[in-house]
């Protein structure tokens, strides 16, 4: 199947300070990006979804000056963290869907565990 | 800090049973479901999916049942294996042109070897 990175799998940063978190679809042009968190043990909730060259749509209670995404090209969108803190420490995840319809599979990448101190 | 966990319902099912995860779904509008697994520390992965306007389909040692009248939906794996081990997440889509898939509160499958 189709794949999908995440750079860094991992990161721990200080109080107050941004972290950028890369989601690549390798093999396909994904014109649509998805970005997940996940608290333990709870499910996946939608933050925003990202359409390539345009701004991002977010989900109600995500503050999108927090949470900065673009969604550069076809194969790269991006999620920020600004001025994080110990509560946004989570488990962040992206997924990009091959295709142009709504149903088309979206592949998940294997997801970035934020930890802030 | 993080918010504290939930516990996952769990379904303990012997190596070479068949299993029979069952979700309830909330929105009589969905119309298109999918049924994710996740492993520890990974993102989920694409398992099955079904459209409103079946009941059943199959795919490799894995079937998926949805009722609608119940607002239901079911994953049976045939003859669980211990790389099965994970949690079982279905999604629904809501219809009328929304991309969101929303997920479900995940069930955590354990196979006893």
């Known amino acids: 199947g189709a794949v999908v990175s995440q750079h860094p799998s991992r990161v721990i940063c200080k109080s107050g300070t941004s972290v950028k978190i890369e989601c690549r679809s390798l093999?396909?042009?994904?014109?649509?990006m998805f970005w997940y968190r996940q608290f333990p043990k709870q499910s996946l909730m939608l933050m925003a979804t990202s359409n390539e060259g345009s701004k991002a749509t977010y989900e109600q209670g995500v503050e999108k000056d927090k949470f900065l995404i673009n969604h550069a090209s076809l194969t790269l969108s991006t999620l920020t963290v600004t001025s994080a803190h110990p509560e946004d420490s989570s488990f962040y995840i992206c997924?990009?869907?091959?295709?142009?319809?709504?149903?088309?599979?979206?592949?998940f990448g294997p997801g970035t565990r934020l930890t802030v101190l | 800090g993080e918010s504290v966990g939930l516990h996952l319902p769990t379904l303990s099912v012997q190596e070479g049973d068949n299993s029979i995860i069952n979700c309830a779904y909330s929105?009589?509008?969905?119309?298109?479901f999918i049924w994710y697994k996740q492993e520890s520390g990974k993102g989920p992965q694409f398992i099955i999916d079904?459209?409103?306007?079946?009941d059943k389909r199959q795919g490799q040692r894995v079937t998926v049942l949805l009722n609608k009248t119940v607002k239901h939906l079911s994953l049976q794996i045939a003859a669980t294996q211990p790389g099965d081990s994970a949690v079982y997440f279905c999604?629904?889509?809501?219809?009328?042109?929304?991309?969101?898939?929303?997920f479900g509160t995940g069930t955590k499958l354990q196979v006893i070897p």
């Open positions: 929105n009589s509008a969905s119309d298109y």
């Open positions: 997924s990009a869907r091959s295709g142009q319809t709504r149903t088309d599979t979206q592949y």
């Open positions: 079904i459209r409103s306007n079946m």
């Open positions: 093999d396909f042009q994904a014109t649509t």
């Open positions: 999604a629904e889509m809501i219809g009328g042109g929304y991309q969101k898939v929303t």
